[in-house]
């Protein structure tokens, strides 16, 4: 696929003057291809049944993670490439990346689509990063720098901060993903902590916070003071909760 390799390092791996930042047009192509991790699939036909193309992604998506190294900085430069450089009906291309654009998503992974004319935005502009020679299914990665890529869908944002910040408590993530994906007149999640009345010995309460693991986070609306301390009227705890 002399094609291909021409197009990504001729194309992929130069900066361009309409980018409006430094570097090249894809950061990680040129250290795939120097790290020799780059496999290129062909599916041959003007008109591949869309359910053996969806099975070759699918597939594509299973074997990414096995490929060598498994571990280390290079793992993330593991990228799959499916050429159909006989399609000329590139509605195929644009289905089935919106099909199972989100199944990828939510395995860390990334599918992109490529081919003649393709009109999809650049991020940091409206050139057109995403023409190609050829049909391309390119599945690799997915980096930190993915993230406005991922800002359309709450559910994206949420594989995103599951992949980056898994430490993070849950009630967190949501409020993260809950902000990276609202809109101006979107209500979203604020999280505070609540002090605990402590005795003193006459008696008398002061208010202390507790230690964190008894701490009790309730949550907010950020755009309704009223509602200080609850969202929906309920609060959340970041101990067990009890089983419903």
């Given at each position: 696929m002399d094609v291909v390799k021409t197009w990504a390092q001729d194309h992929l791996t130069v900066t361009h003057p309409e980018l409006r930042r430094d570097g090249p047009v894809c950061p990680p192509v040129g250290p795939s291809f120097r790290s020799d991790l780059m496999w290129v699939g062909r599916i041959s036909g003007t008109l591949p049944r869309p359910s053996f193309v969806r099975l070759v992604l699918l597939d594509a998506m299973e074997l990414l993670p096995t490929l060598p190294p498994t571990e280390g900085s290079?793992?993330?430069?593991?990228?799959?490439?499916?050429?159909?450089?006989?399609?000329?009906?590139?509605?195929?291309?644009?289905?089935?990346?919106?099909?199972?654009?989100?199944?990828?998503?939510?395995?860390?992974?990334?599918?992109?689509?490529?081919?003649?004319?393709?009109?999809?935005?650049?991020?940091?502009?409206?050139?057109?990063?995403?023409?190609?020679?050829?049909?391309?299914f390119v599945v690799r990665s997915m980096v930190a720098t993915?993230?406005?890529?991922?800002?359309?869908?709450?559910?994206?944002?949420?594989?995103?901060?599951?992949?980056f910040a898994p430490a993070l408590p849950a009630y967190v993530r949501e409020a993260v993903v809950s902000r990276l994906t609202a809109s101006s007149s979107t209500d979203v999640l604020t999280y505070q902590f609540e002090a605990a009345p402590a005795a003193g010995s006459d008696g008398s309460t002061t208010a202390v916070d507790r230690p964190a693991a008894d701490r009790t986070v309730t949550s907010s609306s950020a755009s309704d003071s009223r509602?200080?301390?609850?969202?929906?009227?309920?609060?959340?705890?970041?101990?067990?909760r009890p089983a419903s």
């Open positions: 290079a793992a993330v430069l593991r990228t799959l490439l499916t050429v159909l450089p006989d399609v000329r009906d590139y509605a195929l291309i644009d289905d089935l990346h919106d099909e199972l654009r989100s199944a990828f998503v939510e395995r860390g992974t990334m599918l992109g689509q490529f081919y003649p004319g393709c009109d999809q935005p650049g991020l940091w502009n409206g050139n057109r990063p995403l023409d190609a020679p050829i049909p391309i993915d993230l406005p890529f991922l800002l359309e869908r709450p559910e994206w944002m949420a594989a995103y901060v599951n992949k509602t200080h301390g609850r969202a929906n009227g309920k609060s959340v705890s970041t101990g067990p």
